[in-house]
């Protein structure tokens, strides 16, 4: 079983920046796909950055490139999300999202959220104009 928590969510004004984290426990898998996925209010979940465990490079959607940036940290188990230069139509619930793969690498990892298996309980992302 492979736990998932998000926590670094929090309160900003447009133009400001935040880090999320996701500290991940129990079972780590060797290969994986993780990613950071958000949910507005009335609005379907979306993946926002991918990184796989043997793969250099990561996805981000168009609506974030250039202003988020994801990174892990293997020593800690951690999954990170930089975001910066935050606008108001970024508030969600952010949550990271984790799921074996079979080769580690990115072209692996889906973008669609129900193929991931495991999945944090999320953090309030709200930016204010």
């Known amino acids: 079983e492979v736990h998932l928590a998000e926590y670094g969510g929090g309160s900003v004004q447009s133009g400001g920046s935040l880090r999320l984290s996701c500290a991940v426990s129990?079972?780590?898998?060797?290969?994986?796909?993780m990613g950071w996925f958000r949910q507005a209010p009335g609005k379907e979940r979306e993946a926002v950055a991918l990184?796989?465990?043997?793969?250099?490079?990561?996805y981000y959607a168009d609506s974030v490139k250039g202003r988020f940036t994801v990174s892990r940290d293997n020593a800690k188990n951690t999954l990170y999300l930089q975001m910066n230069s935050l606008r108001p139509e970024d508030t969600a619930m952010y949550y990271c999202?984790?799921?074996?793969?079979?080769?580690?690498?990115?072209?692996?990892?889906?973008?669609?959220?129900?193929?991931?298996?495991?999945w944090g309980q999320g953090t309030q992302v709200t930016v204010s104009s």
């Open positions: 129990g079972y780590i898998y060797s290969k994986y796909c």
């Open positions: 999202a984790s799921r074996f793969s079979s080769n580690g690498l990115l072209d692996s990892c889906s973008k669609v959220p129900s193929w991931y298996v495991y």
């Open positions: 990184i796989a465990s043997g793969d250099s490079n990561t």
